[in-house]
């Protein structure tokens, strides 16, 4: 979710993802590292997000037949993860 410009939330939508399942990793400045799913029964991407653009930064993905990233941990000082 991000406040829109009336301060009410407003769901961001993660391009060719499922919207089953999405996890916010870490952050860093105002990006936000997301692990998501993105086909059943389970492949899934790590990307950056900008929630105030909406702008997407793919990292790690991979074909609907295999299942891509299965976790992940942020680290360093830049990055504290605000979910698990």
Do not use: H
């Amino acid at each position: 979710m991000k406040l829109s410009p009336g301060s009410s939330p407003a769901a961001v939508t993660l391009t060719g993802t499922t919207g089953n399942y999405s996890t916010i990793v870490g952050a860093a400045g105002d990006r936000l590292l997301v692990l998501a799913q993105t086909s059943c029964p389970g492949t899934s991407e790590l990307l950056w997000l900008n929630p105030s653009t909406g702008a997407e930064q793919m990292l790690l993905s991979a074909q609907s037949s295999e299942a891509g990233v299965t976790s992940a941990a942020a680290f360093g000082s830049d990055l504290g993860a605000i979910a698990g």
